[in-house]
């Protein structure tokens, strides 16, 4: 009997930590408040990695907005790539995660300059 409630309890800790997830830093003893950082690899342009650091509330019904994004290049960018991804000036959403259990949600979205030939992407 012991044996199974610590598989179903292991199991139930595995289950709330996300593939995508690199970091975890608390924000201190007293709070559920943490700092998730996660990878996401442009699906499109994959030679481009981006890192997202956002606080997670665990018992609130919405996570707060504050957050940061960091990209890098880590791979080849081709032009058949940059062929593939909406130009106009609002660009694309790339990426979308619920914050709350109502409206608010977390989008990542790639523009792209054309004069600088540079990637952009914006939280």
Do not use: W
């Not at 991804?85 to 790339?94: A, F, L, N, W, Y």
Request: charged residues 20%; neutral net charge; contains cysteine.
């Amino acid at each position: 009997m012991k044996s199974i409630l610590f598989i179903v309890g292991f199991s139930l800790l595995l289950s709330g930590c996300s593939d995508d997830e690199v970091g975890d830093v608390s924000l201190g003893f007293l709070t559920t408040k943490d700092i998730k950082i996660s990878v996401l690899v442009d699906p499109i342009v994959t030679g481009v990695t981006c890192h997202l650091a956002n606080i997670e509330a665990d018992l609130d019904f919405a996570d707060p907005s504050d957050g940061s994004i960091a990209c890098r290049q880590t791979g080849a960018i081709t032009a058949a790539m940059i062929n593939q991804i909406d130009k106009s000036k609002s660009g694309e959403v790339v990426f979308k995660k619920s914050k709350s259990i109502l409206f608010k949600s977390l989008k990542i979205r790639r523009i792209y300059d054309a004069s600088s030939q540079t990637l952009m992407y914006l939280s």
